[in-house]
């Protein structure tokens, strides 16, 4: 363990990105990085019940999206974020244009989120006077609904979706 390692106050670390975060208008909680053996073995049975058959992954996804080693080695933490996106409805609707969900309603939310994600670890960094961060939404394996719940971000309700007190099912996630 280095110098800086030891005098690190972790709790107040995380204390610190859990404020920025919600100044920048999300919820977030901590989870411990450890592999959420659980979720994973539920991917694999998907997997091979074919509930996947349109991605691109095979079995080894469940195992590395279920282990953050597999993004950041040393991880000690994943910190859970949640955007709510909760758009007005249109108050008529063209039906020759079709529905769209409507997260999709403004602008690219990658984007929004990787910024805001940017944000929060560059406090965590700061604090901890090195990059000792890495940052996924939607660009890595991760089993974020489940470190989500894990963290007490929210609850995994009946339709699948991580539901958040006060924004719903409507929230974009991301981690650090």
Not at 119 to 142: F, G, K, Q, W
Request: proline share 3%; aromatic share 8%.
């Amino acid at each position: 363990m280095s110098d800086n390692a030891a005098r690190l106050d972790y709790d107040a670390i995380k204390a610190r990105a859990v404020e920025r975060a919600l100044q920048l208008g999300a919820s977030a909680r901590v989870a411990p990085a450890k592999t959420d053996a659980a979720s994973r073995d539920r991917m694999r049975e998907a997997f091979a019940r074919g509930d996947f058959v349109t991605w691109r992954y095979d079995d080894t996804y469940a195992s590395r999206a279920c282990d953050p080693a597999e993004i950041l080695p040393d991880a000690r933490s994943v910190v859970c974020v949640a955007l709510p996106y909760a758009t007005k409805y249109a108050s008529r609707r063209d039906v020759r244009r079709g529905r769209v969900s409507n997260y999709a309603w403004s602008s690219d939310y990658h984007l929004r989120m990787r910024a805001l994600l940017d944000d929060v670890a560059s406090v965590i960094d700061s604090e901890a006077e090195a990059r000792v961060t890495a940052v996924a939404c939607d660009t890595r394996p991760l089993a974020e609904r489940a470190f989500a719940a894990r963290a007490g971000v929210g609850w995994v309700g009946k339709h699948t979706n991580l539901i958040a007190p006060a924004a719903g099912s409507f929230v974009f996630l991301g981690e650090i």
